[in-house]
């Protein structure tokens, strides 16, 4: 009983306390309307804790939810053209030219319940102060993690501008 309580205590040291440093508001394209979500990024001594709450991502019909990859790309705006609306967030975030997936872009997918996912998970790839200005992109597919240079994860269904807070 008193671990416990020191351990109480001492939860100021434990990973999901603390205010985060930046947050992506997550918008789906125009397949998805009612796609919306947050990513908040939270600098730690050992890495960045990235906690991602998505709403409305697509229906799977036959099995209820999917994987959908899900990346910081190197660009800054969630625009793009016809083709692809959000082209202009570019490739995967990846200051050491390395093969996906081991671009610092690269994160674990969200898995959809019924269309919605929460995720909380920390990466030492890069640091708050990286990937500010940066996006966050939610694909279609799930990531194969293997097919360079993306992991064949598909279109691009929702996107947020990372914002320092
Ligand atoms: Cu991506
Ligand atoms: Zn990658």
Redesign the pocket.
Known sequence: MKKIKSNIKNYKNMIGSGKADAMAFIRGGADNKNLFGTASFTQKLNGVLVTTEVFNLPADQQYGGAFH?????TGSRCIGNEQDEFAD?G??YNPKNYPHPYHA?DMPPLLSNNGYAYSSFLTNRFDVADIIGRTV???ADA?DFTTQP??N?GK?IACGEIVKI
């Open positions: 990859g899900y990346h910081i790309h967030t490739g995967h872009g992109i939610i694909h990531d993306s992991g994860s691009k």
